[in-house]
């Protein structure tokens, strides 16, 4: 926050309105995304929703990441038409220069380590949520490799999976991906790309509860109708706000898992 | 005209299942042409809205598998005890309504401008510029509008800043948004809606005129008492096609608005689609349904209104 009105107010780079942040906010799978990242940066795998199906968004930690984003709206450190943006509208924002944080993969990197973007931006250290914690990185959506028992090539694609993890196949996944899951494959890539395969943080992994919860969608659906009216309309009190929240998603929740 | 003068299909008396058989059999240069046609609408049309309503009565999550299994009318009640979905209904009939009465208004005005003598000499281009929108893609233009409204680099609001005028919320408001979506949707479809008004007042009965004419009927009397009622047919036409099209309202909201800020612009079709992208299938179908129903009940209204009048 204190970065982000920092940049808004100074526009070291001298586009004109610039915002702290871009987010994108247009829809509940979008707009919980965002909600996610602000709680990995603050080492958390799960802000709504633990991997039991337990509400526990009213969790100290969970309700700050939360509050935080949405104080991003109702200050001001976004775009007015956040609540509307698809990522290709956000990325409208970021690649126009006119934001000063947003969220990063490292497949952009590559991009923008090439001329046009090459210096226009720069990867800071990781952020803290607040001064008490420590950063965190998160790899999203965990995929695993598996083949049917069944498989009529069942060996060929064993030894294929096996050489997925290789650090020659590793390195395409790099050059064309721009991550990958060894800790060697630092050799002849940019500063900036490094540091995604050097984390300096701690590191751990997450993936989709939708793939666990089929109704997962309509708890993401509440949250966001909940959030976009208190961007709208924004609570007195944020804490008050949280636990009424965390209440009626335990409700909805409650009537999804019948 | 004579009897040759035109082709109509042939009828062969009796009810007769061969007499059904010979009517075919003499017609069959109709139904060969008809054919493909006939194909594409029932596999790309009906079977779709049938698979649709299908799907509304299943569960969302085994309405995609080989088995899925039926929940009667429980998608509809769900959806019609949504607040959401109540609010969006009544946003989308506001706006249909809003839409229709400036669209079928804007466009007999034109019309009515672009046959007089005062467009006679560039009338061509006036025509073309109106009808322009109509054919430009939607989603390129619409992206060209949003950009137009946005708030910190928008043409919109650099025109007022430089006149000195308040700037506009565009998307950011309630009102702002809704406003929006309506000029936008008018400027896109008022040509077509003027090219129906202006094909009818080719056809008016230039006598009614002159006898107005030779009464002293002054050319507003004239416009109002003798074009009005002979475009009584086009309008109804023009109507019920904006009713059916603002109804279905999705593509300007997708690219300018995404339903928001606050749901102020959740049209119906656009909730749906996003019940869909959120696996919730059956609600989205029963969504999908109820519009359809909407539309199809204003569309045989409106027909069955049209068929009793005589309008000339």
Redesign the interface.
Known sequence: MRIAKKFQEQDPGGA??VYGFALQA????LFFQMVELFGYGAGLQHVVLDPDGNVVLDQPDNALALINQLKLYTDKYV???T????FVDMYQLIEGG?VGMFRVGDWNVMKWDREGLKGDYVIGPMPAMSADQQPHVVLQSMRSVAAPMEHDNAEVARKFMAFLLTKDAQKIFVKYLGSGIRNDLDENVSASQKFFLQPQSSLSNNDFL?SVY??F??V??ALF?KA??A??NPPADWNAWVKATADDLRVTVEKLRK | MSKTDYWAPALIPGDSRQGALQQVWANRTLYVFIFPFAVTMIVFGIVPIILSIYVAFTE??TAMSKAPTFVGFENFRSVLSDP?FINSLWSTVLYTAVSVLLNVALALGLALVLVGPSASRFSTFYKLALFLPVVTPEVATFIVWKWMF????GAVNAALTSLGLPTFG???TNVGSFSILVVVELWHHVGFYTLVFLANLQLLDPSLDEAAQIDGAGKLKRIWLVWIPQLRPSIAINVVYATIEFLKTFTAVVVI???????ATNFVSYYAY?KF????YGEATAMATVLFLVVMAVTLIAYYFNERRDYR
Request: proline share 12%; charged share 25%; no cysteine.
């Open positions: 004109g309105k247009g829809d509940p799978a775009a007015p038409e609540p509307q943006h698809t006119r939708d089929p109704w969608p309509q993401k659906e109708e976009m009216a961007v709208a | 969302s999550a959401q946005n708030q910190d680099f565009g998307t950011t608005t995404s339903g928001g800020p606050n749901f996003k992208d959120l696996a919730q």
